[in-house]
Nanobody
Framework: QVQLVESGGGLVQAGGSLRLSCAAS?????MGWFRQAPGKEREFVAG????????SYTDSVKGRFTISRDNSKNTVYLQMNSLKPEDTAVYYC???????????????WGQGTQVTVSS
């Protein structure tokens, strides 16, 4: 069983930046971030394959968000720049030890962290 501990998030003005971190208690195959805004379904935001560093992003964040990893710490980071009010959501770290989280429902989830972007 892998535990995920998130940090970061908060309130920022539009155009600002935030950085999320997620530390896993063990090694994983893929990690990343999902988000859920009020009244909307949870959506994939960004993911990384821990062994190769391959990354993938949802279209709405490409060019603004960057996901990175530190395998020595089993940690991933999400650098969010040029934030927009529509990025406001609860962001969840997710991981799986066998599959690509963008394709299959992740096995492990963090507790979620609120990101609020004011206009």
């Amino acid at each position: 069983q892998v535990q995920l501990v998130e940090s970061g998030g908060g309130l920022v003005q539009a155009g600002g930046s935030l950085r999320l971190s997620c530390a896993a208690s063990g090694r994983t195959f893929s990690m990343g971030w999902f988000r859920q805004a009020p009244g909307k379904e949870r959506e994939f935001v960004a993911g990384v394959l821990m062994s190769t560093g391959y990354t993938s992003y949802t279209d709405s964040v490409k060019g603004r968000f960057t996901i990175s990893r530190d395998n020595s710490k089993n940690t991933v980071y999400l650098q969010m720049n040029s934030l927009k009010p529509e990025d406001t959501a609860v962001y969840y770290c997710a991981a799986d030890d066998h599959t690509w989280i963008k394709v299959n429902t992740p096995r492990y989830w963090g507790q979620g962290t609120q990101v609020t972007v004011s206009s």
